[in-house]
């Protein structure tokens, strides 16, 4: 691989709002810092959306709604595709941006701008499916039904995967003859207003807008009259709250929401390939900050000791905090300084509830490199009970919760026993377990002797308070259409 681009020439010249085909100064002149997790270190100031803003990046996004719509869908799907070929262009600086601005090693980050295309190249490829039905009735009528684009669509993405989401989560909507309006995670905006900057010259003015703001931008897009659909990955409080906002137009909504994701090893797993996956799953390399992150292990009785000495050996040569840019590094801090204490205070709760802490729990010390940065050990607990909080809420950190399990009922109950449906792992080598197993377990998309792999076309999302509707599928297309049926007399 060629070197990577050196982070000034990287960051994006604009840190203003782009709509409309242009940028734009913030009306209430507000800028506010963003920055590198890696040492705790002011980045720059970005511009932030507020009510005004967002008001008037909605109106050139309905007006060229209109255009937009009416583009022939094969068209739709070339400037799709050319905007795949771009990111594709600019994979590397995208994934340094990512690496300085969440924290994540930019060696994984490499592989996001990647996702983002071939998101935009299959959507491209779905749009022929954008097709009515006719319906036979009776000799003197014919039916037909057409689907239709929303409008103006809000896109909400986290901070974890900016670009990836940035890129990918315009595919659907745009495909669907949509114009989209992105707010970027506020802790991390620069790959964001990178990519508007790499794609202004791509797409219709007003088809693509991305808006960097908080809260109040939020609420905004939740709650515009003209915004026909709303959609988040975040928090579950997050989803709630734009849920409320968004009931008083009814607009739909598509959630994907937090996790506390169970992995279940029965006993006939195969310990290798179980180690490496209660290790991976886990999500060190980005300190656990994902929505999938399998936080809850079950390991049986009858190889629970074995297996979690090996998981802790495996982490602690698998996983070392270092510096985000340099592609050496296998793990990054959390996003901020807040979620660092955060972090630290379920750690310290376990601790108390009498968990057993066998790997981590500190802010590791001794490496210049990272000093002042927001890094946590890898941590895993063990002797976790249901009861402990560890046990119950989603941390969004490097900590791990492994429980030992015997009765195939009471384990299935615990592993329910949450208000959280994402993702679930098994692991087992007899299929009838597995496929007995999975209609018991609540989650929306299940791996059987592997983890966190998305596949394009396979419907992932949540059960529960984990989220609404699906994506990465044909469904998710269809969801920012709506039908209208035809009716016309023969007679």
């Known amino acids: 691989m060629a070197a990577l681009p050196s982070i000034q020439d990287s960051l994006p010249s604009h840190k203003e709002l782009f709509y ?38 909605v109106e050139a996004a309905h007006q060229a709604f209109a255009g937009w719509r009416s583009t022939p869908p094969a068209q739709r799907a070339a400037y799709l595709r050319k905007a795949a070929d771009v990111i594709r262009q600019h994979a590397e600086e995208l994934a340094l941006l990512d ?6 090693p930019v060696a994984e980050m490499l592989s996001d701008a990647k996702v983002a295309a071939a998101n935009l190249d299959y959507f491209a490829g779905l749009t022929p499916m954008l097709r009515g039905e006719t319906i036979p009735q009776s000799d003197d009528t014919f039916h037909y039904t057409l689907r239709e684009p929303l409008g103006v669509v809000a896109r909400i993405i986290a901070f974890n995967h900016p670009a990836m989401f940035a890129g990918g989560k315009m595919a659907a909507p745009l495909a669907a003859g949509n114009t989209v309006v992105i707010k970027p995670p506020d802790q991390a905006p620069l790959s964001c207003l990178r990519l508007a900057e790499i794609l ?29 659909k709303v959609t988040l990955i975040g928090s579950v409080p997050t989803g709630k709250a734009i849920q409320r ?24 797993a195969d310990i290798d390939i179980l180690v490496e996956g ?77 968990a057993e802490l066998v790997l981590g729990g500190k802010v590791p010390a001794g490496i210049p490199e990272i000093e002042g940065g927001y890094f946590i050990e890898p941590t895993i607990f063990a002797n976790v009970q249901p009861h402990m909080r560890i046990a119950r809420e989603e941390i969004f950190g490097p900590v791990m919760s492994v429980f030992k399990w015997s009765d195939e009922d009471e384990v299935i109950r615990q592993v329910n026993a949450t208000p959280y449906g994402l993702t679930a792992t098994i692991y087992t080598q007899n299929m009838a377990t597995a496929h007995r197993t999975v209609p018991k377990i609540e989650a929306g998309f299940i791996w059987v002797n592997q983890v966190g792999r998305h596949f394009l076309g396979i419907p992932f999302g949540g059960v529960k308070e984990s989220g609404t509707g699906r994506e990465e599928c044909l469904d998710e297309l269809l969801s920012f259409t709506q039908t209208k049926s035809v009716n016309v007399s023969l007679r």
Not at 99 to 104: E, L, M, Q, R, Y
Not at 201 to 227: M, Q, R, Y
């Open 20 to 57: 409309n085909g242009q940028w734009h100064a913030p009306l209430s002149k507000e800028y506010r810092e963003t920055f590198n997790p890696g040492n705790g270190s002011v980045i720059d100031l970005v511009a932030q959306a507020g009510a005004r803003d967002v008001d008037a990046a």
């Open 278 to 354: 209660v290790a991976r799953g886990m999500n060190f390399t980005w300190a656990g900050q994902s929505c999938g992150s399998t936080s809850r292990v079950f390991l049986h009785e009858s190889h629970h000791d074995e297996v979690l000495q090996r998981v802790c050996d495996y982490v602690k040569t698998h996983y070392t905090p270092g510096v985000p840019t340099d592609m050496s590094t296998t793990m990054g801090p959390v996003i901020s300084k807040a979620a660092q204490e955060r972090v630290l205070s379920y750690i310290e709760s376990a601790k108390q509830e009498g």
């Open 99 to 104: 690496a300085f601005n969440t924290g994540n």
């Open 245 to 268: 906002a968004a009931a008083d137009t009814l607009k739909p909504t598509l959630f994907e929401l937090g996790g506390k994701n169970t992995l279940l090893a029965f006993p006939d």
């Open 200 to 228: 202004s010259d791509v797409f219709p003015p007003g088809v693509l807008n991305i808006l960097p703001g908080g809260v109040e931008c939020g609420k905004a897009l939740s709650t515009h009259p003209l915004v026909s």
